[in-house]
T-cell receptor, first 113, second 115 residues
């Protein structure tokens, strides 16, 4: 079974700062990769996904993620955050042949105005 | 298009009472998941249905929890009897299982408080 590790539990930064959240997974086979965002009091929403092709994936709200297969990583980035990006971010992985989506523990991002 | 619909959004009940949470998945989706989210344990998968059939219920905490999916457009998660440690947000999610599976669409969640 695959597992997902998110490096940071809580990140605090100022508006306009750059954001990078780390995500590593453990699974030797082909995977699908996702980043979900959960705004305070809301449900999880998909930010971006990777199935195949260009390893640099662009999502909504200016977010992007890069899949580095050799490092088993799928890090999330945003060049300039806004106060409205305050949320919890979850990395998720599933094996291409599997239904089960494994979630990381989540990273809480607080953006100070 | 309506997303995943859950009810109730909030439920406050007393220990020992029966709780029933409801979910309507997105039309056309053939997979349904129940998750529980707490501060301590994060997101936990409770049970997974595919084509209305329970495929994996290994995440169901104990016999007090049960889930059904009588048809493609409705599922319930029942806790009987409820306990304070069941307090959590319960999310239902649906997806279409096919090539490139895994993208889940989540409902707004049901926040359960057991006193």
């Amino acid at each position: 079974a695959q597992s997902v590790s998110q490096h940071n539990h809580h990140v605090i930064l100022s508006e306009a700062a750059s954001l990078e959240l780390g995500c590593n997974y453990s699974y030797g086979g082909t995977v699908n990769l996702f980043w979900y965002v959960q705004y305070p009091g809301q449900h999880l929403q998909l930010l971006l996904k990777y199935f195949s092709g260009d390893p640099l994936v662009k999502g909504i709200k200016g977010f992007e993620a890069e899949f580095i297969k050799s490092k088993f990583s799928f890090n999330l980035r945003k060049p300039s955050v806004q106060w409205s990006d305050t949320a919890e971010y979850f990395c998720a992985v599933n094996a291409r042949s599997d239904y089960k989506l494994s979630f990381g523990a989540g990273t809480t991002v607080t953006v100070r105005a | 298009d309506a997303g995943v619909i859950q009810s109730p959004r909030h439920e406050v009940t007393e220990m020992g009472q029966e709780v029933t949470l409801r979910c309507k998945p997105i039309s056309g989706h053939n997979s349904l998941f129940w998750y529980r989210q707490t501060m301590m344990r994060g997101l936990e998968l409770l049970i997974y249905f595919n084509n209305n059939v329970p495929i994996d219920d290994s995440g169901m905490p104990e016999d007090r929890f049960s889930a059904k999916m009588p048809n493609a457009s409705f599922s319930t998660l029942k806790i009987q009897p409820s306990e304070p440690r069941d307090s959590a947000v319960y999310f239902c999610a649906s997806s279409f299982r096919g090539v490139n599976t895994g993208e889940l669409f989540f409902g707004e969640g049901s926040r359960l408080t057991v006193l």
